[in-house]
T-cell receptor
Framework: DVKVTQSSRYLVKRTGEKVFLECVQD?????MFWYRQDPGLGLRLIYF???????EKGDIPEGYSVSREKKERFSLILESASTNQTSMYLC?????????????FGPGTRLTVL | QKEVEQNSGPLSVPEGAIASLNCTYS??????FFWYRQYSGKSPELIMF????GDKEDGRFTAQLNKASQYVSLLIRDSQPSDSATYLC??????????FGQGTRLTINP
């Protein structure tokens, strides 16, 4: 079974803090994704990576950056957290070269910025 | 960017009945379609996928594609209270990305 883990289930930070969210997958997947999920807005793609050290912006990259130094690990960074970044953050991974491109999700991190 | 639309619901169905969920998509060339289930406070889990070449049945779940009208349906037969969740439709875009709908909240009433 694919396993995607995220570093924290719940996180509370203060405005202006630098925040790191980590995601690790154990299935040697090439692609990794960061989404945020908000009521009424669905899942929105922040960034994704299709290889080590490679990244591409998703639909809402502003205020975020990412890092992928190892294949299994994909980090989301909030350089200076703001209250409008309070959300559920979901990491996902998928294998390249498949016709389908099924994504498998981690358990999520609920971030509150005060 | 492709768009995927779902009625947010809530959709209320009595236990034992058929629940029918729909999703429309904007790109006529789309070929891979996914249904994820998300329980409250949990992350999405894949329940079904179909290609553009046909429908698929898996136990109580059936996914159907209507290419002419550009919508995908998920039918849940013999609905159970444990089926109460939000169902997310997703369509593949490009080589790696999925575009998700907003999700339909389904409630199965005992």
């Amino acid at each position: 079974d694919v396993k995607v883990t995220q570093s924290s289930r719940y996180l509370v930070k203060r405005t202006g803090e630098k925040v790191f969210l980590e995601c690790v997958q154990d299935m040697d997947h090439e692609n990794m994704f960061w989404y945020r999920q908000d009521p009424g807005l669905g899942l929105r793609l922040i960034y994704f990576s299709y290889d080590v050290k490679m990244k591409e912006k998703g639909d809402i990259p502003e205020g975020y950056s990412v890092s992928r130094e190892k294949k299994e690990r994909f980090s989301l960074i909030l350089e200076s957290a703001s209250t409008n970044q309070t959300s559920m953050y979901l990491c996902a991974s998928s294998r390249s070269g498949q016709v389908l491109g099924t994504q498998y999700f981690g358990p999520g991190t609920r971030l509150t910025v005060l | 960017q492709k768009e995927v639309e779902q009625n947010s619901g809530p959709l209320s169905v009595p236990e034992g009945a058929i629940a029918s969920l729909n999703c429309t998509y904007s790109d006529r060339g789309s070929q891979s379609f996914f249904w994820y289930r998300q329980y409250s406070g949990k992350s999405p889990e894949l329940i079904m996928f179909i290609y553009s070449n046909g429908d698929k049945e898996d136990g109580r779940f059936t996914a159907q594609l209507n290419k002419a009208s550009q919508y995908v349906s998920l039918l849940i037969r013999d609905s159970q209270p444990s089926d109460s969740a939000t169902y997310l439709c997703a369509v593949r875009e490009g080589a790696q990305k999925l575009v998700f709908g907003q999700g339909t909240r389904l409630t199965i009433n005992p």
